[in-house]
Nanobody
Framework: QVQLVESGGGLVQPGGSLRLSCAASGFTLDYYAIGWFRRAPGKEREGVSCIKSNDGRTYYVESVKGRFTISRDNAENTVYLHMNSLKPEDTAVYYC?????????????????WGQGTQVTVSS
């Protein structure tokens, strides 16, 4: 069974850090671009970051550049999202998704496997 499972979310104070994990089972992440998306309360889901499978190129939405870092560990079949200097506006449910086209597009229809999401809350 193809499955993505996110973990690592939680409550953190502004300025704090979290590391989200996206673990795959039933398939190998090596051949997929992996994207992180988020849905904030009352807003549409948006793309946050993505990492390609072949050259490891990374992409970030402007609002998280310099604060978030995406990485992959193919041996662990896991992709990580390191989030630093967190702000209240980063509060959202974070999802990871697998892109078999290796496009790192923000078009959600290109992603064929999604995790269930993990809640990140940034509040004092």
């Amino acid at each position: 069974q193809v499955q993505l499972v996110e973990s690592g979310g939680g409550l953190v104070q502004p300025g704090g850090s979290l590391r989200l994990s996206c673990a795959a089972s039933g398939f190998t992440l090596d051949y997929y671009a992996i994207g992180w998306f988020r849905r904030a309360p009352g807003k549409e889901r948006e793309g946050v970051s993505c990492i390609k499978s072949n050259d490891g190129r990374t992409y970030y939405v402007e609002s998280v550049k310099g604060r978030f870092t995406i990485s992959r560990d193919n041996a662990e079949n896991t992709v990580y999202l390191h989030m630093n200097s967190l702000k209240p506006e980063d509060t959202a449910v974070y999802y990871c998704a697998a892109d078999p086209y290796n496009s790192c597009s923000w078009v959600e229809d290109l992603y064929d496997s999604w995790g269930q999401g993990t809640q990140v809350t940034v509040s004092s």
